[in-house]
């Protein structure tokens, strides 16, 4: 492993000053260009034998400057191809340390630098793809009459359920996350429900898919099938568990239905039996139904009693025949899974361009300031040089 | 083109980097890594030069016929073919010996005002 990081630290960084190079005029660089990838190479490998990585480090912030200064003299020497060999054997004794030329040095450097650092570092990176599922919601609560159909906590609960463990441990449980993250990055050891459920969780992006009804569920991973596996078993395992709790939400109602059911044929029984002995008396006394009489009374409201416990009866068993319709049809309105995760086509994580830019940008203003910094305080060092010159 | 000025003192006094390349030549022919490597001795690690500055200075001295570049290697089985060896100039030793002989005057100057002793 140190070896492989040795080997690729070092050619990073050849191949990184090899393309630097790029700075010098073509001439030179077809001539020293060579010769210079070599040294810079020997250096490299001193450093790495002084102090791997930070010998590495240090040897950047000595070649960078140096390659910024020479690169723009060499420039400058080749736009001036008339100067006399006089003037190119004189510049062998010349000094050059002008506040605004430490100023021009000092920014590239530390512009160079930081680019370089923020390239290195996004190069060196781990890779990362991502892959997406979509899926359509729908709400299972039955419409309330004179409220409105709209919850805004649905999406946002319904986010939670997602990545709760009444999700994710299935998801876990059927791709075997725990052994192959456990022989993937803890070195054979296979990792606890906890422990996978919260690589789990970091891996995953959820999101709402603008004026929908849709939700993307997004997985990043090194490996871009196991990003795919993964959000489509979450869409699935998530399809499953509201399946299941619409059905079993069911399957209790209509207990409860039955139940009630029951209450109300005893109670039909018990009304039955006493209208029929209400009739018996009244049938012993006269002849019933002639003439509601005061002494009827009884008996008609016990028979309108049980006229109405008839109805409801009806209607609950109305009620129970749908209920036990609606729970053997499929649920798949619920959820509906729209888009399946494809494989990853490219890496999107480090954002490579996003990185460099925003190493550029903050090399800009470093540089800025360092090479403000530098400039004055070479002018003020030289102004006193110049007066205590001038004193002796 | 014109040719180069020849007296050496004329070219004096020389940058560090020059003088530096010019004495680490001055104990033989060598390629670009023995010489950083023997400037970075020289001065006790002090001075370690760049492959821009290195070649840079290079390219100076060849242009001013201080140095030039040698077609012998020393060991051909022990050494990388690809490498490029550098040797001083008849007039190139001129000057660092001139150069040498104008910090040799410094520093008598600067014992005779005690601000350096001799060496014990």
């Not at chain 1, 791997?52 to 200064?69: E, I, N, T």
């Not at chain 1, 003037?87 to 450097?109: G, Q």
């Not at chain 1, 994710?168 to 996978?196: C, E, H, M, R």
């Not at chain 1, 109405?308 to 509906?336: G, R, Y």
């Amino acid at each position: 492993m140190a070896t492989n990081f040795n080997n690729r630290a070092l050619a990073v960084s050849q191949k990184v000053y090899g393309w630097l190079l790029r700075a010098y005029p073509p001439a030179h660089r077809e001539e020293y260009g060579p010769a210079m990838a070599q040294l810079f190479r020997d250096q490299c490998r001193d450093a790495w034998n002084e102090a791997q990585g930070w010998g590495l480090f240090k040897l950047w912030l000595r070649v960078l400057p140096d390659l910024v200064s020479t690169s723009i003299r060499e420039r400058l020497d080749a736009l001036n191809e008339r100067k006399s060999m006089n003037e190119k054997i004189a510049s062998l004794s010349h000094d050059r340390t002008t506040p605004t030329a430490i100023f021009i040095r000092v920014f590239i450097a530390v512009f160079l630098i930081t680019v370089i650092a923020a390239t290195l570092i996004t190069f060196i990176l781990p890779e990362s793809y991502a892959s997406t599922a979509r899926i359509k919601l729908e709400s299972d609560a039955p419409p309330v009459a004179g409220q409105p159909s709209y919850d805004p906590y649905f999406i946002q609960t319904e986010f939670e359920i997602i990545q709760s463990q009444l999700v994710l441990n299935p998801v876990i449980d059927k791709l075997k996350l725990n052994v192959d993250w456990g022989k993937k990055y803890f070195a054979g050891q296979t990792l606890t429900a906890s422990q996978t459920l919260e690589i789990l969780k970091q891996r995953l992006q959820l999101a709402p898919v603008k004026n929908t009804k849709l939700i993307a569920i997004t997985v990043y991973s090194d490996d871009r099938q196991e990003a795919a596996q993964i959000a489509n078993a979450i869409a699935e395992a998530y399809r499953d568990y509201r399946v299941n709790s619409h059905a079993e939400l069911k399957a209790k109602g209509i207990v409860v239905l039955q139940q009630q059911y029951k209450i109300q044929e005893e109670q039909i029984h018990t009304a039955q039996s006493d209208v029929e002995s209400l009739r018996q008396q009244l049938k012993s006394a006269g002849d019933v139904a002639a003439s509601q009489s005061p002494q009827e009374q009884p008996y008609w409201d016990k028979k309108r009693d049980l006229s109405q416990l008839l109805d409801l009866h009806k209607s609950l068993f109305s009620k129970i025949e749908a209920e036990q319709l609606d729970a053997q049809m499929p649920q798949t309105a619920l959820v509906q899974i729209i888009d399946q995760a494809e494989l990853g086509r490219a890496p999107v994580r480090p954002n490579k361009t996003l990185n460099i830019v925003i190493g550029a940008v903050a090399g800009g203003f470093l540089g800025l300031m360092a090479g403000a910094a530098s400039a004055l305080v070479s002018f003020k060092f030289g102004n006193r040089a110049r007066k205590n010159a001038a004193a002796t | 083109m014109a040719k180069p000025k020849t007296d050496p003192e004329s070219l004096l006094p020389l940058t560090p980097a020059v003088f530096h390349v010019l004495l680490a030549l001055a104990g033989g022919e060598r390629h670009g890594y023995a010489i950083m490597q023997e400037v970075a001795n020289h001065t006790d690690g002090q001075i370690k030069m760049g492959p821009g500055t290195l070649y840079g200075t290079v390219k100076r001295l060849l242009e001013a016929q201080l140095i030039e570049e040698s077609d012998e290697r020393p060991d051909p089985h022990l050494d990388d073919e690809r490498r490029r060896y550098y040797r001083l100039s008849g007039v190139g030793e001129q000057v660092v010996r001139a150069e040498a002989q104008r910090y040799a005057q410094i520093v008598e100057l600067a014992r005779g005002k005690k601000l350096i002793r001799k060496p014990a």
